[in-house]
Structure formats: C-alpha cells, structure tokens
C-alpha cells in the first residue's frame, strides 16, 4: 500500500481524494473527499505531531526525547501550524508548568537571565 500524501509533487497544491475503498469486501465509493489539514504536512512534520501528542503536549518530555531546544521545538510547531493553514499565534506568556520549566533551566544554568526573563514575558526566545 503506498503511503497518503496530501500534496501534489508537481505544484504544491492540495490533494483530494476521489475514491474510498474497504479493504475487507472491497466496498468502493466514489466522490470529492477532502483530505483535512494533516494531510497538508510532510511525513517528517507528522512523525513530530504523533509525538508532541504522546507527549501530551509537554515540551520537557520532547526536549528530553529529541534532544532539540524548547525554542526549536516551538518554531517546529509554529511551522506545523502554518503548514496546516492556521496562523501562529503571539506567543501567550507561560503557563505555571512552563515557568518552573524555565526557572529551573535558569538555575540550572542553560539558559541565562535575559533569556529566561523573555521567556517569562512571553516573548519567545532568541535561540533557534
């Protein structure tokens, strides 16, 4: 079975799908179907979005199973949701789980005084 794309190779745009079929009794349908919003991002973009989701959404958990900075990780989402066709949103200063993630990597010293206070502002950072 060949892998779901939603985009077309040739220019980008979306695709639709035209037929449905039942793997069991090979019931087929046929019509305009799209596809959703998901189908609009790359394998690697939804290979991220499986595991932001296992991760429940928590950032510390994917920092620590990627190996990729907090502000990595929130442009990769940014990117994710452009991608999907939404616009990013100013970034809402943190929740209280964010800002003990952010007091601790202060004290912990990855991350120095002027960076944790931008990020307690939400202003994001200035890593990339």
């Known amino acids: 079975m060949a892998a779901w794309i939603g985009v077309c190779p040739v220019c980008g745009e ?8 039942c793997p069991a009794c ?24 499986e595991l932001f989701l296992r991760c429940e959404g928590k950032f510390t958990r994917l920092e620590s199973l990627t190996g990729l900075s907090y502000p990595t990780l929130r442009k990769r ?6 991608a999907m066709g939404y ?5 809402a200063p943190p929740g209280p789980e ?10 912990e010293g990855q991350i120095s005084y002027e960076e944790a206070l931008r ?9 990339g």
Request: aromatic share 4%; glycine share 8%.
């Open 87 to 91: 616009e990013a949103e100013a970034e």
């Open 98 to 107: 964010e800002r003990l993630r952010i007091l601790e990597a202060l004290a």
């Open 14 to 21: 979306g695709l639709e799908a035209v037929a449905l079929q």
């Open 119 to 127: 990020r307690l502002r939400g202003m994001g950072s200035s890593e």
């Open 77 to 82: 989402l940014q990117e994710i949701l452009r």
């Open 26 to 49: 090979e019931t087929r349908i046929e019509g305009r179907f799209q596809l959703g919003r998901l189908a609009r991002l790359s394998a690697e973009q939804l290979a991220f979005v």
